[in-house]
């Protein structure tokens, strides 16, 4: 029996939630369908209030011509019979019921499952907790742009109460770590795989001391007609990207901030060679390699910002592929050439998350690799447009050796690639059953198209870490059920909005939170098109504005929707509108995947 809500409610300060959407991890919740009402059954974003917060109350929309949707007296009814406590009307025709203070679990899954049974109600929602969307208290966040920017950053303050990578591990295959005190907290084992002491820099082998000594060259050492470059501190820069401490009141935040670092050593004076990554690559997914003790810190998520000339290799393939079938994704930098990454490892590699840099507006960077074999794209930012254009992230102040640690902007897809290790992270973490095939098809399909303009292939879009995380998380009841509509229809210049229409049947209740909507359009000028999902009843949901600076050709994406409070079965229509003249197009077809 649920305590009666006559009893006084235990209340929550505000210090308490904020406390809880930050550190409590999303559970996993199976969802089977067509079941009795039964904990099971009901996902957690139907039972919580906020992430780890049970709901005390429930939203109980009811069906036009159902007593319950106008009488005060029969809802109060209904509720008593479900064990609950009508409370009020809401402005929306809705009833606010109460569950008592503190319920379990089990208790409000099983009321909602209850009412969800209720061929009355169209819908039942928790009474959710809301908190100001304070920003983290490092000092430095402001200067983040890459994760908040509504223009071209991430979305990734947006996925922080549901997930911050809690339980993760991510290998930094890279120079090494450098002591870094907004770092060293999230800092685990790894191991030095360089094997050669001419690269090493260090005076010996390999062990497991990951330490970077700095990979600093004279002129003309790393070739003719090199010139001379002071220590990068690469691997500890790309590192804070993923998971610098955060709310530290200090330094910078990372993506995936509840996350650790294993870092592991491949480069070095010169860079690095095939075979010590081919180890590092074996071990870090938890492999076993000849003469190195095993993994104790086994990462889900490998980080490789680094790159060279060439076909990929089978050897390096043969490690990529045994990696991910261990259950590790890897992530790879597509390279800074501004050429096809076709010519580049690791970059065209197979069974990876090969990743473009984009800049401040959203373009493609200048530098950036890009072609059809990039997976997805993510700020590197463009320091030739003003050093706070770049990325700014934890560094060391050591011209050679190491000195003080410090903080710096740096560009590049080596950039890039840890947001998107970090969002790797950051979905892991939020459901853990993910495999690595398909959390690289849940960063693609909720990305969104670029801002600014890309010539010859950034793949899927400009990540988004919100959408991406929403959508793993268990917030609806999804099948995988596709309803598709292969009609073209011709979209006027400058014209009025056209719709085209998909009858939905066969499915019971609402459509899930995580609705995903495909969407192929042929146009000149995508920066003209407005899209708009609607619903059955009427409610439009914005896919896409229009924008002045999106001059890129095409719309061949899925955008990710919140649609729990609709009636899944009906006709459902997309919108499409052509806000500008001298460009005409096509809506080729769409589908919705329930």
């Not at 870090?284 to 290799?313: E, Q, R, Y």
């Not at 190491?402 to 903080?407: G, H, T």
């Not at 014209?495 to 495909?518: D, K």
Request: hydrophobic share 35%.
């Amino acid at each position: 029996m649920r305590t009666s809500p006559s009893l006084r409610r235990k209340l929550i300060s505000a210090a308490a939630v904020s406390a809880a959407l930050l550190s409590v991890g999303t559970a996993s919740v199976a969802v089977a369908q067509d079941t009795p009402a039964q904990q099971a059954a009901v996902p957690a974003a139907l039972t919580e209030a906020a992430p780890g917060v049970q709901a005390e109350r429930l939203i109980v929309g009811y069906k036009s011509g159902a007593a319950e949707a106008t009488s005060n007296k029969a809802a109060e009814a209904d509720a008593a019979a479900k064990d609950a406590d009508f409370q009020r009307r809401l402005g929306t025709g809705a009833a606010l019921v109460d569950l008592g203070a503190d319920p379990s679990k089990a208790e409000v899954a099983d009321a909602v499952a209850e009412f969800k049974a209720d061929p009355q109600v169209a819908y039942v929602v928790p009474d959710r907790l809301n908190k100001p969307q304070a920003d983290p208290n490092d000092t430095e966040y402001a200067k983040q742009w890459d994760l908040y920017e509504s223009t071209a950053g991430m979305n990734v303050p947006g996925a922080w109460p549901t997930s911050t990578g809690s339980g993760v591990t991510v290998a930094v295959i890279d120079t090494g770590y450098v002591t870094h005190s907004d770092l060293a907290a999230n800092i685990v084992g790894g191991y030095d795989f360089i094997s050669d002491t001419a690269v090493s820099v260090d005076g010996d082998g390999r062990d497991s001391n990951p330490a970077d000594p700095g990979d600093y060259y004279a002129a003309n050492e790393c070739g003719s007609g090199i010139p001379a470059s002071s220590s990068s501190w690469h691997g500890t820069h790309v590192a804070g990207t993923i998971a610098a401490v955060t709310n530290n009141g200090k330094g910078v935040a990372g993506i995936a901030y509840g996350a650790k670092i294993s870092p592991v050593r491949v480069l070095g004076k010169c860079g690095g060679y095939d075979s010590d990554i081919i180890d590092a690559i074996t071990w870090a997914s938890g492999g076993t390699v000849s003469g190195v003790p095993a993994n104790t810190n086994v990462a889900k998520v490998i980080n490789m910002s680094l790159g060279g000339d060439g076909a990929c290799t089978s050897a390096t393939q043969t490690a990529i592929n045994n990696a991910v079938g261990r259950g590790t994704t890897v992530v790879v930098a597509a390279g800074n050439d501004n050429e096809n990454v076709s010519g580049h490892s690791p970059g065209n590699c197979n069974n990876i998350i090969s990743v473009a840099a984009t800049n401040r507006s959203g373009a493609k960077a200048s530098y950036s690799n890009y072609g059809s074999l990039v997976d997805i794209s993510a700020p590197g930012g463009q320091t030739s447009t003003g050093t706070a254009n770049g990325i700014l992230s934890t560094l060391n102040s050591g011209a050679s050796t190491p000195s003080s640690e410090s903080y710096a902007y740096y560009q590049g897809t080596s950039m890039a690639t840890p947001h998107i290790a970090g969002l790797v992270a950051l979905v892991k973490s939020a459901n853990p059953s993910l495999t690595p095939a398909q959390i690289e098809t849940a960063i693609k399909n909720n990305a969104r198209p670029l801002p600014g303009a890309c010539s010859g292939g950034c793949g899927a879009g400009l990540a988004d870490a919100a959408k991406t995380v929403a959508a793993v998380s268990g917030g609806g009841t999804t099948t995988g059920t596709t309803f598709s509509s292969s009609t073209a229809v011709a979209i006027p210049d400058n014209g009025s909005a056209i719709e085209s229409s998909l009858a939905v049947s066969g499915r019971s209740g609402n459509a899930p939170s995580a609705l995903q909507v495909g969407v192929d359009i042929t146009h000149t000028y995508r920066g003209d098109l407005v899209i708009g999902l609607v619903a059955p009843d009427g409610t439009v949901y914005s896919l896409k504005a229009a924008s002045s600076s999106d001059s890129a050709d095409n719309v061949n994406t899925t955008y990710t929707v919140n649609a729990s409070s609709e009636t899944a079965n009906g006709t459902w229509k997309l919108r499409v509108q052509d806000t500008a003249s001298q460009d005409t197009g096509t809506l080729n077809g769409w589908k919705l995947t329930f």
